[in-house]
């Protein structure tokens, strides 16, 4: 299978891979028919994520767009977070065969579903 | 290969010299081929793959009797499964024998699944996936006892592990020359005389009638010579991929938790070493290893998004979060002690890696 090269650096070398401790949100992703699994912790600071870490379960394309998705949540507000799309992902791996495309849904999911759990935590505090 | 291409280029069924010269080349792979088999030469037609063979071996035996009970084993390869489920929809039946735990059927069952109206057993000499060798010998002296021809799925087996067709009571064995580094597009298949057999191609004479198409002149000479060399270097290499197979496994072993062999222990193809790594997906330890110059195939198949474990592995009954994580390596002549040693290395790191990302314990 053709991936780019983005997708395999991200791939090779993980970016923020592991958990956080006391994170301000965290959000899963599950795609059920392949059990891809993607959950991101997030720490943020005045509205905008300040750091994003990933761990996942799933194929090559799915653990390296969990690593772009770190790289795409970083610096953007908890609003904007909770409405990317799997579109913004999967360009930020340089795209995906159709077959793929999975990887980018799952990761999308979570990162909305982290945006979400952090905006209710601060509605909270 | 290349001179027969370039000086072969008679019709081996044309009476002229150039056809009796392309027939003379195809003569003598025939004469290699019956040789390692143990047959006579004119019960060796060739075919254009592996699955052709299963095909003409299972449908001209459906074809000669019009109806009736088939035996197989839920881990055919697709070639016989498929060839099976379509004669089924013509109303022939069949029973699909389960396996053990380590992929191998039971000649008990083969001899209860046995009817008055069973018209054959096909079952393959090696799992393509775990590589499990099938007792064909005990089942041999089954089918030989009833009565029934027993036809041999050998494309895995074929220069890799003796297979006498009188020893092991065969009557019909498929082989292909890929697996034996012979060219691609050349097969055969082994018919017993006697075996009451009808052609399903037809329009013209060739192969005794019972594989109607032009000799693929140069892919037959290929075949010939890939099975000289196999003959020669069988025993040695079996000996010498069986160790680098075991170390292979043994190292993975000592370095991955949760890790586990597929396939039996011992009765099991020179080169294969299938693993399961546990909470892990086939898929992510491929890629991981083709970027380390590794190459090994998937167990689980993701089409779509949507994965399907090997029906193999779940046939033989390994729990989907196992089968899951299911990679097949395939040893062969070119390698060395050394590469193992390599393989076990990025295998051992890159497992370590992708169990560090996972929010699923192993």
């Not at chain 1, 006391?22 to 905008?48: H, I, N, S, T």
């Not at chain 2, 010269?21 to 390692?36: F, G, M, N």
Request: aromatic residues 4%.
């Amino acid at each position: 299978m053709q991936y780019s090269d983005t997708l395999i650096d991200h791939f090779r070398n993980p970016r923020n891979a592991g958990m956080m401790r006391e994170p301000d949100g965290v959000g899963e992703g599950e795609f059920a028919q392949c059990m891809d699994l993607a959950r991101f912790y997030l720490r943020v600071r005045e509205g905008r994520v300040e750091e994003a870490r990933f761990q996942a379960y799933g194929c090559g394309p799915t653990l390296a767009a969990c690593s772009a998705g770190t790289e795409v949540a970083a610096g953007v507000s908890l609003e904007d977070l909770s409405a990317v799309t799997e579109a913004r992902i999967e360009a930020a791996v340089g795209g995906l065969p159709p077959e793929r495309r999975h990887a980018a849904e799952v990761v999308a999911l979570a990162l909305r579903a982290a945006a979400r759990d952090a905006m209710a935590k601060r509605g909270v505090r | 290969m290349s001179t027969a291409e370039r000086e072969l280029f008679g019709n081996a069924s044309s009476v002229h010299y150039f056809g009796q010269q392309a027939k003379a080349a195809i003569d003598t792979a025939r004469s290699s081929l019956s040789t390692l088999l143990n047959a006579d030469p004119s019960e060796v037609v060739f075919t254009g793959g592996g699955t052709e063979s299963d095909n003409l071996g299972i449908k001209g035996i459906a074809a000669a009797r019009r109806a009736g009970h088939i035996i197989t084993s839920q881990i055919e390869h697709h070639a016989v499964l498929r060839t099976v489920q379509t004669l089924e929809e013509q109303g022939f039946t069949a029973t699909y024998l389960p396996v053990d735990g380590f992929g191998m059927v039971d000649p008990g069952d083969v001899r209860k699944a046995l009817r008055a109206d069973t018209i054959l057993v096909s079952l393959m000499g090696a799992n393509s996936e775990v590589g499990t060798l099938q007792p064909i010998r005990e089942i041999g002296r089954i089918t030989r006892e009833a009565g029934v021809p027993l036809h041999v799925d050998g494309v895995q087996t074929f220069g890799k592990v003796p297979m006498d067709v009188d020893v092991f009571g065969i009557d019909l064995l498929s082989f292909s020359g890929h697996k034996i580094y012979g060219p691609k597009g050349i097969a055969g298949l082994f018919i017993r005389k006697g075996t009451k057999m009808a052609s399903i191609q037809h329009g013209g004479e060739h192969e005794r009638r019972r594989r109607a198409g032009t000799e693929n002149v140069a892919g037959i000479v290929g075949l010939g010579k890939a099975v000289a060399v196999r003959a020669r270097d069988m025993a040695d290499e079996t000996v010498r991929l069986t160790a680098l197979r075991d170390r292979l496994w043994q190292g993975v072993r000592a370095g991955v938790q949760e890790v586990r062999l597929n396939g039996h222990p011992t009765e099991r193809l020179p080169g294969t070493c299938n693993m399961c790594f546990h909470n892990i997906e086939s898929e992510s330890v491929v890629l991981g290893l083709d970027l380390k110059g590794v190459g090994v195939s998937a167990g689980s198949a993701c089409t779509s998004g949507n994965v399907e474990p090997s029906y193999v592995l779940v046939a033989m009954g390994i729990p989907v979060d196992w089968a899951m994580g299911s990679v097949r390596c395939s040893l062969g002549r070119g390698t060395t002690g050394e590469d193992i040693e390599y393989v076990i290395e990025a295998t051992v790191s890159h497992v370590a890696k992708l169990r560090g990302l996972s929010p699923v314990k192993a």
